[in-house]
Each structure stands twice: as structure tokens, then as C-alpha cells.
């Protein structure tokens, strides 16, 4: 499958696989990371956020955990963060939720990343399209993206 997200990675000479599965609505990191036979971990979430200014920012975040705001406010030095409805994250990103990825996004945005990221072997991040994975590995995300690297993983 291509989409602007290979395309992107294309132009960037990521060494990445792609990994198409079925789409299921609202299956999230679970469906995706048992339909692909890997450990949901490794499976990294693209959420869109804004600050308190409005201003969109992309998290990446391991697929069994979630974000803590505040924490992650406070290390981008933001006084809020809060997550995007559905078509706000579409006109910052477009990308439809679902099929996000941080890569080819309509405009550049500011990636934050969960530092645990950077040690995994290998990752699955969305390649710009619903039931549409691509791994690589994290030094490779790292170089194309140059995330601000955060510790705002909760439970």
C-alpha cells in the first residue's frame, strides 16, 4: 500500500516493512498488535494534542499506555495539553483517525516521543492509512522525525 506517509519515507530513505491487517472501528493497538502477531508495546500510538494555544503537537505513545497530560505539559513547557477532537486531529494531520501517522502529515507539527520508545528493538507506527502498519526501527523514526523525547507514560 502506499499512502503519503511511504511516501515520506520513501523520500527519506527509511529502511522500514509494511504490515497490512483489517481494519476493525475502535479496535485501537489491541486489534492491530493481535492481528499482527506482536506485543501491543511495540505498537506506538500517533496522537494528535493541542496546547493551550491551539497549537497541534503529534505523541507518540507505546500502544498499552496512555499519555499523562500533565506530565507532558510540564516537559514542553506548555500549561496545557489536551487531545484533539476527530476532525480537528483530520485538518492538522490529514489523515483520517484511525489511519494517523506522523509521517507526511499536511503540514510539519512539532513529535513528542515516550523515551521507553527509542529502546525498543523493533516498532509498528501507522503507515497513513486504517488496518496499515510499517516497522522500523526506533533510530530510524528518531532521524526523520527529531521527536522531543518526553517520560509521560501512564498506565
Not at 500517533?46 to 496512555?66: A, I, Q, S, Y
Not at 499536511?106 to 501507522?126: G, Q
Request: charged letters at 20%.
Amino acid at each position: 500500500m502506499k499512502s503519503q506517509a511511504t511516501a515520506f519515507l520513501d523520500a527519506q530513505q527509511v529502511a522500514y516493512r509494511t504490515h497490512a491487517f483489517e481494519y476493525v472501528e475502535g479496535g485501537g493497538t489491541k486489534h492491530s498488535s493481535q492481528a499482527l502477531g506482536v506485543d501491543e508495546h511495540q505498537v506506538v500510538k500517533t496522537l494528535v494534542f493541542e496546547d493551550e494555544g491551539k497549537r497541534p503537537l503529534l505523541v507518540l505513545m507505546h500502544g498499552d499506555r496512555r499519555v499523562s497530560t500533565r506530565q507532558l505539559a510540564r516537559q514542553l513547557a506548555r500549561k496545557s495539553v489536551a487531545a484533539c477532537a476527530p476532525e480537528v486531529a483530520q485538518r492538522h494531520t490529514g489523515y483520517l483517525v484511525g489511519g494517523t501517522s506522523p509521517f507526511g502529515t499536511r503540514k510539519p507539527l512539532p513529535v513528542a516521543c515516550e523515551r521507553s520508545i527509542t529502546t525498543l528493538e523493533r516498532l509498528y507506527i501507522n503507515g497513513g492509512g486504517r488496518g496499515f502498519l510499517v516497522s522500523m526501527t526506533p533510530a530510524e523514526l528518531v532521524r526523520v522525525l527529531s521527536p522531543t523525547l518526553v517520560d509521560c507514560a501512564a498506565e
